[in-house]
């Protein structure tokens, strides 16, 4: 039977495991920080740690990091969110106890060497400046910070080049102190390795690590206003995002709320915005939907690339998808057809150990106890058309949709 098991460190760092027969194991510590945890001169910071922390150890230079597991066909990876920062690593069984020690080394034992500062630098400017090439990407992050205005959490993960630039060492060290909290991480594991073994090797690497617990409280976001802005850009394509803002629901309504992203413009090619704009009228190459819970909020979208004749036609075809799910209750049919289709591609998508992995780490930051996919499933199937008629009604509602558009210079 499928199931996860629970240990805690006693400085507070959690452990969720779960043993699948598999040659491999992922590991992953994932902290609870994030760019919404940035102070107002700090923005960029959490990503630039993300970076930095792989560059020097107090005993490894940079190539002895990078080479520790990749030496032995292992593979170590990071990313930093809104909300968190995951350092994680894949290695054949027999490696992990390396992947383990190598994970507490770099986030907890790293230099942060001046000079090593300065070249991450570039390396970051690179990637700011290869996603300003990229209005399919930007256009994400420049609507959340429209929606989240005066908010931390709208800020951009990658900083600006101004912020990146005044980056020192006692500014990464002042934000670790004040952020990467030991009762606010989580250690996740997916492998072949028995529960009891796994703990006695983390506590190996994590128990000495001194206990910090976290002293404040996240800003909740309010005061939310519409807004409807253009841009003129150098693109090739017009882009569109429309989308708002929602509260952090309990279990059933997310659950509800995914059902609904995913039956209007989810990964399925049969998707209502996608037969509707694409594969009847081909005004667009590509559009979709998205739902994204954060700690204390969430966030709906919708994004479309087209030609910029179809600009508009292409707004009143969302807008017209969302007025029959606001106004049409799903059929028997129709709601079996979309539970099933939602049911297949969590199953598939959590095929992947490294996959389940991340999100158990995330969920087990929030959760006491984080449910096992046939428990998620098994609450799908008893949602109820008049359940997702009442989210349509919530989370497609016109008049608190906001919009941003990309048109040709």
């Known amino acids: 039977m499928e199931k996860y098991n629970y240990f805690q460190l006693n400085n507070g760092i959690k452990v969720i495991h779960k043993e699948v027969d598999s040659n491999v194991t992922h ?32 005993k490894r230079n940079t190539y002895q990091v990078l080479s520790y597991l990749e030496n032995v066909g292992g593979d170590v990876n990071a990313y930093t969110t809104k909300e968190e920062t995951f350092f994680y690593a894949s290695v054949l069984n027999r490696y992990f106890d390396r992947a383990l020690e190598l994970l507490s080394d770099i986030v907890f034992h790293a230099a942060f060497h001046e000079k090593d500062l300065e070249t991450e630098k570039e390396v970051v400017m690179e990637e700011i400046n290869s996603y300003k090439d990229n209005p399919a990407e930007l256009i994400f992050d420049e609507f959340e910070n429209q929606i989240f205005a005066g908010h931390p959490l709208g800020t951009f993960i990658l900083g600006t080049p101004k912020s990146v630039r005044k980056f020192h060492r006692e500014n990464i060290l002042s934000f670790i102190r004040r952020t990467y909290h030991t009762d606010q991480m989580v250690i996740a594991v997916v492998g072949n390795l028995p529960f009891k073994k796994c703990i006695r090797e983390i506590q190996q690497h994590f128990e000495l690590v001194p206990e910090r617990l976290r002293q404040f409280q996240r800003q909740p976001f309010q005061n939310y206003q519409v807004q409807h802005i253009q841009k003129r850009i150098r693109t090739n394509q017009a882009h569109l995002i429309i989308g708002c803002p929602l509260p952090r629901y309990e279990e059933r309504k997310h659950l509800t709320a995914s059902l609904l992203n995913n039956l209007l413009g989810g990964p399925g090619l049969n998707t209502r915005l996608n037969m509707a704009i694409r594969e009847k009228k081909g005004y667009v190459y590509s559009i979709e939907s998205a739902y994204a819970a954060l700690s204390d909020a969430s966030l709906f979208t919708v994004y479309a690339g087209m030609d910029e004749k179809n600009f508009e036609k292409c707004n009143e075809l969302i807008l017209k998808e969302f007025k029959k799910l606001r106004e049409q209750k799903l059929g028997t049919l129709q709601l079996q057809r979309a539970k099933l289709q939602l049911i297949g591609q969590t199953c598939i998508s959590n095929e992947s150990n490294v996959t389940e992995m991340l999100s158990i780490g995330k969920n087990h930051l929030i959760y006491k106890e984080v449910e096992t996919i046939p428990e998620l499933l098994e609450k799908v199937g008893t949602i109820t058309a008049e359940e997702v008629l009442e989210m349509a009604n919530e989370m497609l509602r016109e008049e608190r949709l906001s919009r941003l558009a990309y048109l040709k210079k």
């Open 27 to 58: 590991v992953g510590l994932v902290v609870n920080t994030g760019t919404r945890d940035e102070l107002p001169d700090e923005n960029g910071i959490a990503h630039f740690i993300e970076h930095t922390i792989f560059k020097s150890t107090q």
